[in-house]
């Protein structure tokens, strides 16, 4: 592939990214909202998250297997229109078990993010790929940005359930906008897969969870995000009680968050993993992380709480991107979508139990329970990282 062949496929397979993490972030902040509108409590709020989360566990090892079998293309293809097609029935769900279970089968077409990240690094040299990595995540948080501020100006929660129609609609269109992307620019990136090698599953799994650096990366991911993903969930009702926002602000919050992410995730992260390497920039990461969690859970208003806001979403920009680019570099090319597809399913197991504990945290102790929870948590995810330095010297 040429240098500007590689250029396009790039600029291609952000636009997609965008779309379709954009239609994603215009769910996220009105999701809370959304199940109140069918009277559920705290926990039955965080199932909304964890029936995706479960969802997500079981499409992510499935969908980056078969892209490195079949290809990407055609993964992608099918998976993001049928995200398209669930968010569509969420909008007219009559029930919120309906909603469950739809939220579940939208987690298991939405699971494809290994294989974006496997197409991202099939046109990557291995020593651009933390750069690269970096620049795929200021494409998700433009994503965010712009998601959550639309979701946030369209809903009208008064209204019900039906208040929240229109901006689902609106993230289904996004998603078929996405597929239609991948349909007419996308061409496919996968390289040859040799004929003769097709592992057992469990010989994958030992290979992964033996690799000294692929398995603490995952358990970095795991440990991070059973937190993060609490206080995701929780964050709307969190904010209703302390500050009494609703979805308009969090919109407006999430979108100058993201827009901090996308530079800070396209310009800084490569910058500091070619300066110091990706395990170390990883560490700082985490810190900064640890020290925003602990600002907002503390934060005597909403102004210094949307600065440890600010803190978390800088530190995820310089952190996950190099999760990614250590995996990709410690695992075989043959197997990219595969080794990611692990780390994947791992974060979306800890999405499942995080906000479930994030429920019972905000409902039996206190609303600001699950930031506590989430700082304690950054301490072993920082042993691990240490532990990634120490065994990829040449890496990190």
């Known amino acids: 592939m040429t240098l500007a062949e590689e250029r396009r496929a790039l600029v291609v397979l952000l636009g997609v990214i965008y779309l379709m993490i954009a239609g994603f972030g215009l769910v996220i902040p009105l999701l809370p909202f959304f199940a109140k509108a069918f009277h559920a409590d705290a926990g039955e709020v965080t199932l909304m998250f964890s029936a995706f989360s479960l969802g997500q566990f079981i499409g992510e090892p499935f969908w980056g297997k078969l892209s490195d079998r ?28 309906a909603a469950f279970a739809i939220r579940f089968l939208n987690g298991i077409f939405a699971g494809n993010i290994s294989t974006l990240q496997g197409a991202l690094a099939d046109i990557t040299p291995p020593e651009r790929r933390a750069q690269r990595m970096g620049i795929m995540g200021a494409a998700f948080s433009a994503g965010f940005t712009t998601g959550p ?13 039906l208040g929240f129609q229109l901006p689902l609609l609106v993230a289904a269109g996004f998603a078929f906008a ?39 990366v995952v358990m970095i991911s795991f440990i991070v995000v059973v937190g993060f993903a609490g206080i995701e969930a929780t964050y709307g009702l969190w904010t209703q009680t302390r500050f009494g926002w609703g979805p308009r602000q969090i919109g407006l919050a999430f979108m100058v968050i993201g827009v901090l992410g996308a530079v800070c995730q396209g310009w800084l992260c490569g910058r500091l993993a070619r300066t110091y390497g990706e395990a170390r920039t990883l560490t700082g990461g985490l810190v900064m992380m640890g020290l925003g969690i602990a600002i907002q859970g503390l934060s005597p208003n909403w102004m210094v709480a949307i600065l440890g806001f600010a803190f978390v979403c800088i530190g995820q920009s310089i952190c996950f991107p190099n999760v990614s680019a250590l995996i990709s570099r410690a695992a075989p090319p043959d197997r990219q979508g595969e080794m990611l597809g692990l780390n994947m399913s791992g974060m979306a197991l800890a999405r499942i139990g995080g906000p479930i504990m994030a429920g019972q945290l905000f409902a039996l102790i206190q609303p600001g329970a699950p930031f506590a929870f989430s700082a304690v948590l950054i301490l072993p995810a920082l042993w691990f990282a240490w532990s990634v330095i120490q065994r990829t010297p040449r890496l990190a």
């Open 178 to 216: 996405s597929a239609l992307a991948v349909v007419l620019f996308v061409r496919e990136s996968r390289p040859e897969r040799p004929a003769h090698f097709s592992p057992v599953r469990t010989a994958r799994l030992r290979e992964g969870f033996g690799h000294p650096v692929i398995s603490r």
């Open 70 to 97: 079949i290809g990407r293309r055609p993964v992608l293809i099918g998976t993001i229109a049928m995200v398209g097609v669930s968010y569509a029935a969420l909008a007219f769900a009559p029930s919120i078990w």
């Open 149 to 161: 501020a639309i979701g946030g100006l369209l809903a009208q929660p008064a209204k019900g359930a």
